[in-house]
C-alpha cells in the first residue's frame, strides 16, 4: 500500500493499548499525535493537518473552514458514534469519506444512563456529600417500578436502554422520527408523540440519533412536564438550552438532571451549583473495554477506507 500520513487528532489514544499504533505502522501508515491532552483547536488541526491523508478523530470540529485547509484529506474516521462536528455535506462533495464507531458505544452508554437514573431516584450522591461533610441525614428516594419512562430517539443506544428498563416493571414511552413498529411489538413498548411523553413521563431520557439535531425541549415543553421529572441527557448538549434546564430546577419540574455532555465543553456553568444535579466529562464511552475497542475499530476502518 501507498505510504500514507495520518493525524491522530482525538485527545486521548492508545493509553491503554498500542495494537492501533503497531496496525498503522504494519501498514505502511506515518502519524503524528495529538499529545495536548485536550480537544484540538481549529488553527491547530489545520497547522497539523496539512499534509495528512486520514485522520483519527475525536469531537473537535471540522467545519467547512477546516476541511477546505485539509487539502490532501481523504478520510476520517471518528473515534465514537456522532459526526455532528463534521461538516457532512462539504465532505460529501469533496469525496471525504467519514467513519464511526457506532456498535461498540451501545453498552457502555446505556450502563451510564441506567446509573444515573439510579443514582437520582435514590437520592444516592446528596446522601454521600451529606455523610462525607458527617451529617446522618435521610432522605426518602423512589422507586422506578411502575414509573412512566420516556426514551427520545429510540436508536441501537435507545432500544438497549429499553430493554434494560423493562427488566424493572415500567411503562417506556418511546419517541423518534424513524419508527422500529416491528421490534416495539415484539418488545410490547409503544411509540408516542412527543408531547404525550414530556406530558405523561416521570423520568425523561435523551439518547437523540444523529437526524436530531435541533433542541428538543424547550422553556414551554417543561412548563408541561409533571412536577418533578428526573432528565438525564447522555446524547447531545445543543439539545436542551442550559437556562431551560435550570428554569426546570428552579421551577421543581425537574427534581433531577443527569448531563454526560454539554453545549460547550469543558463545562463549568451554572448547573455545577444544584446538590440534585449529576454532571460527568462527556465519559458515557469512557471504559477501559470500550475505549481500547474504540480505538482499534477507527483505525481498521481508516486503513480499510485506503485500501477500496
Same mark, same amino acid.
Given at each position: 500500500?501507498?505510504?500514507?500520513?495520518?493525524?491522530?487528532?482525538?485527545?486521548?489514544?492508545?493509553?491503554?493499548?498500542?495494537?492501533?499504533?503497531?496496525?498503522?505502522?504494519?501498514?505502511?501508515?506515518?502519524?503524528?499525535?495529538?499529545?495536548?491532552?485536550r480537544r484540538l483547536k481549529t488553527n491547530e488541526i489545520i497547522k497539523m493537518g496539512k499534509n495528512v491523508h486520514g485522520i483519527i478523530a475525536g469531537l473537535e470540529t471540522?467545519?467547512?473552514?477546516?476541511?477546505?485547509?485539509?487539502?490532501?484529506?481523504?478520510?476520517?474516521?471518528?473515534?465514537?458514534?456522532?459526526?455532528?462536528?463534521?461538516?457532512?455535506?462539504?465532505?460529501?462533495?469533496?469525496?471525504?469519506?467519514?467513519?464511526?464507531?457506532?456498535?461498540?458505544?451501545?453498552?457502555?452508554?446505556?450502563?451510564?444512563?441506567?446509573?444515573?437514573l439510579l443514582n437520582l431516584s435514590r437520592k444516592i450522591d446528596i446522601m454521600n456529600h451529606a455523610m462525607k461533610k458527617k451529617s446522618w441525614k435521610k432522605i426518602y428516594?423512589?422507586?422506578?417500578?411502575? %414509573?412512566?419512562?420516556? /426514551? =427520545?430517539?429510540?436508536?441501537?443506544?435507545? *432500544?438497549?436502554?429499553? &430493554? !434494560? $428498563?423493562?427488566?424493572? @416493571?415500567?411503562?417506556?414511552?418511546?419517541?423518534?422520527?424513524?419508527?422500529?413498529?416491528?421490534?416495539?411489538?415484539?418488545?410490547?413498548?409503544?411509540?408516542?408523540?412527543?408531547?404525550?411523553?414530556? %406530558?405523561?413521563?416521570? /423520568? =425523561?431520557?435523551?439518547?437523540?440519533?444523529? *437526524?436530531?439535531?435541533? &433542541? !428538543? $425541549?424547550?422553556?414551554? @415543553?417543561?412548563?408541561?412536564?409533571?412536577?418533578?421529572?428526573?432528565?438525564?441527557?447522555?446524547?447531545?448538549?445543543?439539545?436542551?438550552?442550559?437556562?431551560?434546564?435550570?428554569?426546570?430546577?428552579?421551577?421543581?419540574?425537574?427534581?433531577?438532571?443527569?448531563?454526560?455532555?454539554?453545549?460547550?465543553?469543558?463545562?463549568?456553568?451554572?448547573?455545577?451549583?444544584?446538590?440534585?444535579?449529576?454532571?460527568?466529562?462527556?465519559?458515557?464511552?469512557?471504559?477501559?473495554?470500550?475505549?481500547?475497542?474504540?480505538?482499534?475499530?477507527?483505525?481498521?476502518?481508516?486503513?480499510?477506507?485506503?485500501?477500496?
Amino acid at each position: 500500500m501507498k505510504k500514507r500520513n495520518i493525524l491522530i487528532a482525538a485527545s486521548s489514544f492508545c493509553e491503554l493499548s498500542k495494537t492501533p499504533l503497531k496496525l498503522l505502522k504494519k501498514n505502511n501508515f506515518s502519524f503524528v499525535k495529538n499529545n495536548f491532552k485536550r480537544r484540538l483547536k481549529t488553527n491547530e488541526i489545520i497547522k497539523m493537518g496539512k499534509n495528512v491523508h486520514g485522520i483519527i478523530a475525536g469531537l473537535e470540529t471540522y467545519n467547512c473552514q477546516v476541511l477546505k485547509s485539509l487539502i490532501k484529506i481523504k478520510s476520517i474516521s471518528r473515534v465514537g458514534v456522532g459526526i455532528d462536528n463534521i461538516d457532512q455535506n462539504y465532505a460529501k462533495k469533496n469525496k471525504i469519506k467519514i467513519l464511526n464507531t457506532p456498535e461498540v458505544v451501545v453498552e457502555p452508554v446505556a450502563q451510564l444512563t441506567i446509573g444515573m437514573l439510579l443514582n437520582l431516584s435514590r437520592k444516592i450522591d446528596i446522601m454521600n456529600h451529606a455523610m462525607k461533610k458527617k451529617s446522618w441525614k435521610k432522605i426518602y428516594g423512589n422507586d422506578i417500578t411502575r %414509573k412512566k419512562i420516556g /426514551i =427520545i430517539g429510540v436508536g441501537q443506544i435507545g *432500544k438497549r436502554v429499553a &430493554e !434494560i $428498563l423493562s427488566t424493572f @416493571d415500567v411503562k417506556l414511552l418511546l419517541n423518534d422520527i424513524k419508527k422500529n413498529i416491528k421490534w416495539a411489538r415484539k418488545k410490547n413498548f409503544r411509540y408516542v408523540s412527543l408531547k404525550n411523553l414530556i %406530558k405523561n413521563s416521570d /423520568i =425523561i431520557l435523551i439518547h437523540a440519533s444523529n *437526524k436530531m439535531n435541533k &433542541e !428538543i $425541549l424547550k422553556k414551554n @415543553d417543561i412548563k408541561k412536564m409533571k412536577k418533578g421529572v428526573i432528565l438525564i441527557n447522555c446524547s447531545r448538549g445543543k439539545l436542551i438550552d442550559e437556562k431551560t434546564l435550570e428554569y426546570g430546577l428552579k421551577s421543581k419540574k425537574i427534581s433531577g438532571l443527569g448531563l454526560d455532555v454539554f453545549n460547550k465543553e469543558p463545562y463549568s456553568g451554572n448547573l455545577s451549583k444544584y446538590n440534585n444535579v449529576i454532571l460527568t466529562p462527556h465519559i458515557a464511552t469512557f471504559t477501559k473495554e470500550t475505549r481500547m475497542q474504540m480505538e482499534l475499530e477507527a483505525t481498521k476502518n481508516l486503513i480499510k477506507s485506503f485500501k477500496k
